[in-house]
């Protein structure tokens, strides 16, 4: 069900990556809505369906979200795919299970649009984890994995795995990206720190999914692949 796009250039794109969240897609499509509306900014939501059994393309799509088919499997690969075709001069990426607050991106997206820094990412320690949000292996997983890439690729950032983070688009465009799953989350900030990009870290919630929905995460594989991509690089 993709959607061409008027080709022009817009004041930011909100890229989702979404695998059979038929659930949650259309409140988080809403909640990026609303943000541009209340902040009068000309933009796009896309969600890049990744393969969904569900009906998450056709919400989405009612919802008013453009949509993306990204056969490919993989969280790196949808993004990708999602950002490459992003039109907006600013790129903020996000999950479409509820857990992140669409409603206020002012904070990642103004830093950027004003061209103060290069990439964005949310701190989920600084800006409050709700209970029952993230189990505590994942919190000090985290924090190790954080910890380690903090060292190996000389940034100060302590979320490396926020799933919402933000760039100007021609700062993406200097990244030389290639991994397609879990790892790429660390890659982003590995690539941003080798190209000496200006990176911030702001305070974000992380709120419960209400949603009934099965966990893409799979605690030790994923964060092996974390660890892998740290060593190896």
Known sequence: ????????????????????????????????????????????IIVVDNGSTD??????DEHGAR?????RKGYGRALRTGFEAALGNVLIMG????????????????PLADNDCDMVIGNRYAGGIEKGAMPLSHRWGVRFLSYCGRRKFKVKVYDFHCGIRGFRRESYHRLDLKTEGMEFATELIAEAGRKGLKIMEVPVPLRR????RKSKLRTIRDGWRHLKYIVRS
């Open 55 to 60: 009906g998450s393309s056709q919400i989405a």
């Open 1 to 44: 069900m993709e959607e061409k796009a008027e080709k022009r250039e817009l004041d930011i794109s909100i890229i989702m990556p979404c695998l059979n969240e038929e659930a949650a897609v259309g409140a988080s499509v809403d909640e990026a809505m609303k943000f541009l509306e209340n902040n009068s900014l000309n933009g796009e």
């Open 67 to 71: 949509v993306i088919s990204e056969p």
């Open 95 to 110: 999950d479409c299970d509820t857990t992140y607050d669409f409603l206020n991106l002012e904070k990642m997206y103004k």
């Open 209 to 212: 999914c209400e949603a009934k």
